[in-house]
């Protein structure tokens, strides 16, 4: 008995050493603390990223966004699929798949700085 009650104890302890991931309000609030922006700075900021991630994404725009170092997003045409027969490999009865229109995905590549993150 006593085993189990110093495995919990340590497993507590490892767990105040790698926290959680962050909720959205706690990565504005930590933001805001480490830089001299006041929280609403901060989601004007995050707000305004996220327009111009928009704007650089749609279908009008050029279809590609970078955040320097990070990352970099791509949009991808998927073309149109048209419906076909096929077997259910669960069952092995016929059925028809059914056909699927053109539609636009986004990829996002990470960067070598974001490689050198996880895996630090």
């Given at each position: 008995?006593?085993?189990?009650?110093?495995?919990?104890?340590?497993?507590?302890?490892?767990?105040e050493k790698w926290p959680k991931k962050r909720t959205k309000k706690a990565l504005y609030a930590h933001l805001a603390a480490k830089t001299d922006l006041t929280s609403v700075e901060v989601t004007s900021l995050m707000k305004?990223?996220?327009?111009?991630?928009?704007?650089?994404?749609?279908?009008?725009?050029?279809?590609?966004?970078?955040?320097?170092?990070?990352?970099?997003?791509?949009?991808?045409?998927?073309?149109?699929?048209?419906?076909?027969?096929?077997?259910?490999?669960f069952t092995g009865e016929e059925t028809v798949f059914k056909a699927r229109p053109a539609s636009r995905a986004v990829k996002i590549r990470p960067l070598k700085k974001l490689k050198d993150f996880a895996n630090s």
């Open positions: 008995m006593p085993d189990k009650k110093k495995s919990k104890i340590q497993s507590k302890s490892r767990a305004e990223l996220e327009r111009v991630m928009a704007r650089e994404l749609r279908e009008k725009g050029p279809g590609g966004f970078t955040l320097p170092g990070l990352l970099k997003m791509t949009t991808v045409t998927r073309p149109a699929v048209r419906s076909r027969t096929g077997v259910n490999p």
